[in-house]
């Protein structure tokens, strides 16, 4: 059973923006931050819907912007073209909404160009800036938005979210702590049942992998990250950490004194934020492979 808006979560978010709308109080633009996975697409095309009282899908009035698969970043071209669209008047004569995901993928001169929009907004017009690695953005970009923060969900709502879609209550408590607070994650679990077994393989040989030696260690590593570009190689490190981090998470659980799983804990955080830079991931996931 999903709640308002059919949403997994973040009730306190839902509400806010709820009461923007009820009291005719929505600011120009909204920056929705936090990690992958935790729904803030699914929040932000549930709040265009509701500020155009229609549906999104198809809609003139909502244009979506985001990083092309193979595309390095988001050009200033494409928020250009996204800028003149703005521009023009709303075909049902209320709201436009315009909603740019993964912002952290423009560069300098396109997030400059966004700047000017945000600062220099239309009638009627609405930003909705989706990110998972804000601290990358322009500090310009964030103090001009209304930051909505999304959390991890904990897992007892989780569980009242999702418990409809899996009748077998087994496989959904492990998938539930498979996703660490993530809904999005959760549901491809759920609905994907060749990604939830390559989820459980690959959680298996981290589970060894934590036992093994060092050079044991980095030929997995090597082997692992098969990707043909760095962007491809990024996405299969961010999912080797969070199996590694279940897997911390589950030890420390039952140790609560282990002082050592911990401090790699405290790295693997600080592990992930190496990932938004262009540093080699092989050495990245090296470098905390020899602290486990």
């Known amino acids: 059973m999903t709640t308002k808006w059919d949403v997994i979560g973040h009730q306190n978010i839902i509400k806010y923006l709820d009461n923007c709308l009820k009291g ?7 920056l929705f931050y ?11 095309l549930r709040f265009a819907k509701e500020i155009l009282q229609s549906e999104v899908v198809n809609n003139p009035d909502l244009f979506e912007l985001k990083l092309e698969a193979g595309s390095k970043d988001i050009t200033i071209d494409e928020v ?18 315009g909603i740019i995901h993964n912002l952290e993928a423009l560069n300098r001169q396109s997030a400059n160009a966004l700047l000017k929009t945000i600062e220099e907004p239309s009638a009627k017009t609405i930003l ?20 909505i ?5 904990p897992n007892k709502e989780l569980k009242n979210g999702l418990k409809d ?21 959760a549901l491809s679990l759920i609905e994907d049942n060749e990604f939830y077994n390559e989820y459980v393989e690959l959680n298996k040989g981290i589970d060894n992998l934590t036992k093994s030696n060092l050079a044991t260690r980095f030929k997995y ?12 190689n990024n996405v299969l490190a961010s999912n080797l950490l ?10 420390l659980l039952n140790e609560l004194d282990d002082i050592k799983t911990l401090e790699v804990l405290i790295k693997l955080q600080e592990t992930k934020s190496y990932l938004k830079y262009n540093i080699k991931p092989q050495l990245i996931l090296e470098n905390l492979f020899i602290n486990i």
Do not use: C, M
Request: proline share 2%; charged share 25%.
């Open 128 to 147: 909705i800036l989706i990110s998972s690695a804000w601290e990358q953005l322009l500090p310009t970009i964030i103090s001009r938005s209304q930051k």
């Open 242 to 251: 969070r199996h590694l981090e279940f897997n911390l998470r589950n030890k």
């Open 80 to 97: 250009r073209d996204w800028q003149r669209w703005l521009s023009l008047k709303s075909f049902s004569g209320g709201y436009k909404v």
């Open 221 to 232: 590593i090597e082997d692992y990250l098969n990707g043909k570009t760095l962007q491809e």
């Open 24 to 30: 005719n109080r929505l600011v120009n633009t909204y």
């Open 149 to 153: 923060h999304f959390l991890i969900v």
């Open 165 to 185: 879609r899996l009748a077998d209550n087994q496989k959904l408590d492990q998938i539930i702590n498979f996703s660490l607070g993530k809904p999005g994650l």
């Open 34 to 44: 936090g990690n992958q996975h935790l729904g803030k697409t699914k929040v932000a």
